[in-house]
């Protein structure tokens, strides 16, 4: 496997990792840009757009994307974020060369504006279907809460009102000002013949314009609360919180990633033998959240209402008590069950292509599976221990949803 690099003039990043034994590749435009990138007033403009982007280019019609999509059997989505909206497809290696030239088509979309309205009510559709599926809209709730008066507590989604008032003029000036090939980078992984790779991305992207792209990354101390919202007809009570943690370029995240392993993943964990083996919860957990400037690890825990105030004390107890430290066998089991799971992504020629655009998301520079399987055997006790005092999890912001709304933050 040989990872390889190359920037186009116009600033377009070009990444990706070799492999002449994979049997199919994965390929990704990656543009830095989320909900974090948007103003009030265009709530969820940049997943509407990720919507419009299947819709058709000047070349081709929305028809024309997918049966071109079927025609080489391959696998399409794409997905927006806080920070990031990413636009991948995997397809065997013969099949590079159009593939490759039809993503690049779609980056530049024709925004029809009835496509546009056709859209828009599947957006409205998405939303409120979202509101009414557990934890109920929680998860936008608790973000803007906690990252209340930062970048950060804009809903990927958007509200019912944004989406209905945005128009294609507020959208195409939202594209013209994000999508600059400076602002983008082509990730590929599998059996990628990398010159060719080049060659069809120059043809296809070359001219595409540059311009400074701006994102405001103020820091957060995150905002701290108890809120709950009554769901009458919930069968479960759902418990969120949101403390402050680590940012996506600290190095310091290695060490919160294996101390929220400790506490919270879902074999082995202090979590787990609290809440799941005792059968206290349905589910449990605890991950990191790593932004750019900005960080936050989140709570999750879902359980009978009847469970909810015992459950939210015991929870609690469990994140005052692990300020205390973790014990060396604690450190091991989390460090080798974290190693495991990277070289089992290690092996999906789409978990490498991911991998790859997300560490250029983050500006963080390229790393094999195995240093970045190196980074977390390197992780002290001593390191892990000072994590969880310096990011408390009791200092949080908590989000109740369900049917119990007698309740209180814990003693």
Not at 375 to 380: F, G, L
Request: with cysteine.
């Amino acid at each position: 496997m040989q990872y390889r690099q190359h920037k186009l003039d116009n600033g377009l990043e070009i990444l990706a990792e070799c492999n002449p034994q994979a049997h199919f590749s994965a390929y990704g435009f990656f543009v830095r840009t989320g909900a974090r990138d948007e103003t009030a007033n265009i709530g969820g403009v940049s997943h509407f757009l990720e919507h419009m982007v299947f819709k058709g280019t000047p070349n081709r019609s929305a028809e024309e994307v997918n049966r071109r999509l079927d025609e080489m059997g391959s696998s399409s989505n794409a997905r927006t974020g806080e920070e990031s909206t990413i636009y991948h497809a995997a397809a065997l290696p013969e099949f590079q060369d159009d593939m490759v030239e039809l993503l690049a088509d779609l980056m530049r979309p024709s925004l029809r504006e009835n496509d546009f309205e056709t859209e828009k009510k599947v957006i409205i559709e998405e939303i409120l279907m979202y509101a009414d599926q557990p934890p109920y809209g929680g998860y936008e709730r608790i973000m803007e809460e906690f990252f209340s008066g930062h970048p950060l507590q804009q809903s990927v989604l958007g509200t019912v009102d944004t989406v209905s008032s945005l128009t294609p003029d507020a959208m195409k000036a939202y594209f013209d000002r994000q999508y600059s090939p400076g602002n983008m980078a082509f990730a590929a992984a599998g059996k990628v013949d990398f010159d060719r790779l080049v060659e069809t991305l120059e043809t296809s992207c070359g001219s595409w314009q540059p311009f400074d792209v701006q994102r405001s990354t103020p820091d957060t101390t995150g905002h701290s609360g108890f809120h709950i919202i009554h769901k009458e007809n919930s069968a479960q009570q759902y418990i969120l919180q949101l403390a402050k943690g680590p940012a996506a370029k600290d190095e310091r995240r290695f060490a919160s990633r294996v101390a929220t392993a400790i506490l919270g993943d879902d074999a082995g964990s202090r979590m787990y033998w609290e809440f799941l083996d005792s059968g206290r919860a349905e589910s449990a957990g605890v991950g990191t959240y790593e932004y750019d400037n900005s960080g936050a690890i989140m709570t999750y825990l879902c359980c009978s209402p009847d469970s909810a105030k015992d459950n939210l004390q015991r929870l609690h107890e469990l994140q005052t008590k692990i300020r205390d430290g973790v014990s060396e066998r604690e450190l091991e089991m989390a460090k080798s069950k974290i190693a495991s799971q990277i070289v089992l992504g290690s092996e999906a020629t789409e978990s490498r292509m991911f991998s790859i655009g997300s560490q250029w998301l983050t500006g963080l520079p390229y790393r094999t599976p195995e240093q970045i399987a190196r980074h977390y055997e390197s992780v002290t006790l001593q390191q892990v221990n000072e994590i969880l005092r310096e990011y408390p999890l009791t200092q949080n912001t908590t989000l109740v949803v369900g049917p119990e709304k007698n309740l209180a933050p814990p003693a």
